[in-house]
C-alpha cells in the first residue's frame, strides 16, 4: 500500500503526496468513529483508487500534532516579530515558544523591519536566551540568506503578530510563495471554506512552511494542563537551575532557596522571560484536572 505525506486540506479531502503523484483522498469512516483527523504533515498509507483519487488508510505515528493550525510533524515554529510598528510583546514569543517546547518543536525568532528599527533589545533577549535570533528586512533583503539557512530542509509553521509581515518575508524568501497562494486564495474566494484550508509550501531555499489563510497566532487552545504541568521545563533558558531549588515542586515564582530567582537576580537570566513565567503560570493556574476536555 502507498505511502505518503498530506500536504494540503480542504473541505473533507486531503491531497497526499506518494512522491510519484498527489492523490486527492477521502479519509476512511474510522477515522471519525475513532475521534482522529488526518493532518497536513501527517505520513499516511493510501489506498489508490484510480484517476488520481484515494483513501485515507492508516495515519503514522506523530512528531506533534497542533490545533489551529492543525497540522502534524512540524520541526520549528518561527516566530515574526518586530520593534517597528508594530511592536511585539515579549510576552507573545514567549507564549509561542512555551507551546513549541511543550510539542518538541524548535523556535526561531525572526525580528522583522530591521530597516526600520533594528530591534536591539528583542535580540539582546533571545539570542541571552539561546534562541536562533535573526535580524531581517522583507525590503532590503538582509538576513534572508540567514533565515533561509536556518529553515532548509525543515517543515515550519509560521507565525506573529498582525502586521509584522509574515507574507512579506515569505514571498522575499521565494517569489514563487506568493503566486501560489494568491491562487489558492482566488480559487477559494473569500467564503466560507477559506480558513479551513491549510497546505504545505515548498520554497526555493529547501524550505517547507504551513499556511493557513487566516491564521495569524497559535490558538489559546494550546495552553492545556500538560503545559501546566510542564511550564518550567518549556522555557530551555532555565533549565540550568531547574534542579538546585532547595524544595522539591518550585514552582520558581516567590520561593527561598529558587535557584531560578537567584539566577534573575544575578543577572544570568533575561528579566522579561521569568515576567513572561510570570504571566503564563497565572493564565494556568486556573486550569483544573476535572475540567480539562477530553
Not at 515579549?90 to 530597516?115: E, F, M
Not at 509584522?164 to 517569489?175: C, E, F, R
Not at 477559494?188 to 484550508?197: A, E
Not at 491564521?215 to 534542579?243: I, N
Request: glycine share 10%; hydrophobic share 35%; charged share 30%.
Amino acid at each position: 500500500m502507498p505511502e505518503g505525506r498530506i500536504v494540503k486540506a480542504l473541505s473533507g479531502f486531503y491531497y497526499v503526496d506518494t512522491g510519484a503523484e498527489v492523490l486527492q483522498c477521502r479519509a476512511r469512516g474510522k477515522f471519525r468513529r475513532e475521534g482522529v483527523s488526518p493532518l497536513v504533515g501527517d505520513r499516511a498509507e493510501v489506498r489508490e483508487l484510480g484517476n488520481g483519487e484515494g483513501f485515507v488508510e492508516a495515519i503514522r505515528p506523530r512528531r506533534n500534532a497542533f490545533r489551529r493550525p492543525a497540522v502534524a510533524n512540524v520541526d520549528q515554529i518561527v516566530i515574526i516579530a518586530s520593534a517597528a510598528v508594530p511592536q511585539t510583546d515579549p510576552y507573545l514569543i514567549d507564549r509561542l515558544s512555551a507551546i513549541a517546547a511543550l510539542k518538541s518543536c524548535g523556535t526561531v525568532v525572526v525580528l522583522n523591519k530591521c530597516d526600520l528599527d533594528r530591534a536591539d533589545r528583542l535580540y539582546q533577549i533571545y539570542r541571552a536566551a539561546g534562541f536562533p535570533t535573526v535580524r531581517v528586512s522583507a525590503e532590503t533583503g538582509e538576513g534572508l540568506e540567514e533565515l533561509a539557512g536556518l529553515i532548509a530542509g525543515k517543515l515550519s509553521a509560521f507565525t506573529g503578530n498582525s502586521g509584522v509581515g509574515k507574507s512579506s518575508i515569505l514571498n522575499a524568501l521565494d517569489p514563487e510563495f506568493h503566486l501560489q497562494v494568491g491562487e489558492i486564495s482566488e480559487a477559494l474566494g473569500r467564503g466560507r471554506h477559506t480558513t479551513r484550508h491549510i497546505e504545505l509550501f515548498r520554497l526555493r531555499c529547501g524550505a517547507e512552511v504551513v499556511d493557513s489563510p487566516g491564521f495569524a497566532s497559535f490558538d489559546s487552545e494550546e495552553l492545556d494542563l500538560e503545559l501546566k504541568h510542564r511550564l518550567p521545563e518549556t522555557f530551555p533558558d532555565f533549565a540550568p537551575y531547574l534542579d538546585g531549588c532547595r524544595f522539591v515542586g518550585c514552582s520558581h515564582t516567590k520561593e527561598k532557596g529558587c535557584a531560578v530567582l537567584e539566577a534573575l537576580r544575578e543577572g544570568k537570566l533575561q528579566q522579561s522571560r521569568h515576567e513572561s513565567y510570570l504571566r503564563l503560570y497565572e493564565e494556568l493556574k486556573p486550569l483544573k484536572e476535572w475540567e480539562q476536555k477530553k
